[in-house]
């Protein structure tokens, strides 16, 4: 069956900004996250959203970041005013309920470069 | 929160040999430690997990061990293969069965090269 898809997978913006990136999870699945993998620091937690709760947002690194969740389903991560550290890999991940035991399926990634 | 910490970065080894990766973690209470393998331009896969009411667990080529006193574990690589070339992360959280409470907290990963 169809994966998580992220879009889009590549996206170069210029200082200053605001870029959205777009994520549609596994149909069927309750729970989402929301990841940054910068060159050499591994997996940085940003928000997590289950069902109708609210989202975790503790990962957030400023108030320039911000997402939702529209429906239980697709979800935008909103950076504004872009600055160079906010290049990365921004991942996506959906799980058939919430909570660490249940496997997160990731999507491909979006390559975000700020100039 | 948790902090895990993850060895070494990087990994060379000639096919064929064993791979050996270990974390550490902060935490006693965490109880559930998974390991995803990410390849080029893909996002990372679950590859294996232990909870923390087991020691070991194997799975073909690969298994963890875990050490709850120490608080560290480990993920081994037998008889590697080219295919085996990736990043792996470690992870590791405090997982109430049925609870969506709680998130995974990762590794900063290791770079294995299988070597033909």
């Known amino acids: ?115 | 929160g948790e902090n895990v910490e993850q060895h070494p970065s990087t990994l060379s080894v000639q096919e064929g040999d064993s791979a050996v990766i270990k974390c550490t973690y902060s935490d006693s209470a965490s109880n559930y430690f998974p390991w995803y393998k990410q390849e080029l331009g893909k996002g990372p896969q679950l590859i294996i997990d232990i909870r923390s009411n087991v020691g070991e667990k194997k799975d073909q080529r690969i298994a963890v061990t875990l050490n709850k006193t120490a608080k560290h574990f480990s993920l081994h690589i037998t008889e590697t293969q080219p295919e085996d070339s990736a990043v792996y992360f470690c992870a590791a959280s405090m997982a109430d069965r049925g609870s969506t409470l709680g998130r995974l907290y990762f590794g900063r990963g290791t770079q294995l090269t299988v070597w033909p």
């Open chain 1, 1 to 115: 069956g169809a994966g998580v898809s992220q879009s889009p997978s590549n996206k170069v913006t210029e200082k200053g900004k605001d870029v959205e990136l777009r994520c549609d999870p596994i149909s069927g699945h309750t729970a989402l996250y929301w990841y940054r993998q910068s060159l050499g620091q591994g997996l940085e937690f940003l928000i997590y959203f289950q069902g109708n709760s609210a989202p975790d947002k503790s990962g957030l690194p400023s108030d320039r970041f911000s997402a939702e969740r529209t429906g239980g389903s697709v979800s935008t991560l909103t950076i504004q005013r872009t600055q160079q550290e906010d290049s990365a890999v921004y991942l996506c991940a959906s799980s058939l309920r919430g909570g660490p035991t249940y496997e997160q399926y990731f999507g491909p990634g979006t390559r975000l470069t700020v100039t």
